[in-house]
């Protein structure tokens, strides 16, 4: 695998306009993410930008950014008209597709995300860890994931992917974490196609994938993500990584 990391970021968010950009100890959200991508030492990292202000300020901190239609209708379609635009010979076989809102992110999971696409079959990868409490699994906004760990597996196939608890019955709920590891091939036909009813009716695009016929499997990881979707998540990111913590 020759995997390439692009950050999709755009300056239009619902609950956080101009999220990219907000402070955090003097340095852009998407410039943390950025550092942390990197830190995982997977390939080269660049963010596809909507918009030229985010890109000046990646390239303000010395990295790679990459302008795309502000039109384009999600992180996916950003990422993949990213990759063409920085390496139209096609040379990175794998995009991973890293949320720009994720300044807390561990690094090890993005050498994780990598794990599932050593079987061939896959077309695309994702992560997976347990939810903590029945109560966190009935919160629509978490995203759940219908797999089955065989015993002693850490990467299974993903059935199902719902913002109901899913399955029925005892065992384990799965937290999906939107990370996701895509063979080139199979990202490029995923952009082609519209969207799809299952995709649509949940509200979750990797539906589209396996309404397709696309394979997903997860790795599971032991430790989640923050992601920052409003001010008060901006205030605990802010805590978070607070310099001596």
Not at 161 to 172: A, H, K, L, T, Y
Request: glycine share 8%.
């Amino acid at each position: 695998m020759n995997p390439i990391i692009l950050i999709p970021a755009r300056m239009a968010s619902t609950r956080l306009p101009g999220k990219p950009l907000a402070d955090i100890h003097g340095r852009p959200m998407i410039v943390h993410v950025l550092r942390r991508a990197e830190t995982a030492g997977v390939g080269p990292v660049a963010v596809a930008a909507a918009e030229p202000e985010i890109a000046a300020a990646v390239a303000a901190a010395g990295g790679r950014a990459v302008l795309t239609d502000p039109a384009l209708p999600s992180g996916s379609d950003r990422c993949f008209a990213a990759a063409e635009a920085l390496d139209p010979a096609g040379a990175h076989d794998v995009i991973v597709n890293l949320q720009g809102d994720l300044p807390a992110l561990e690094p090890a999971l993005v050498r994780a995300v990598l794990a599932p696409l050593a079987d061939p079959a896959v077309d695309l990868a994702t992560l997976v860890t347990p939810f903590a409490s029945a109560e966190e699994a009935r919160q629509p906004q978490l995203v759940k994931a219908a797999i089955a760990f065989a015993a002693g597996a850490a990467v299974a196939p993903a059935l199902y992917f719902s913002r109901n608890p899913i399955p029925w019955g005892e065992g384990p709920l799965w937290h999906h974490i939107g990370i996701y590891a895509w063979r080139r091939g199979a990202l490029a036909r995923f952009v082609a196609l519209p969207p799809s009813p299952l995709e649509q009716r949940e509200k979750l695009e990797q539906l589209r994938a396996l309404e397709a016929g696309m394979r997903i499997a997860a790795a599971r990881v032991d430790t989640g993500v923050f992601g920052v979707d409003t001010p008060a998540d901006l205030d605990a990111a802010r805590a978070m990584l607070a310099p001596g913590r």
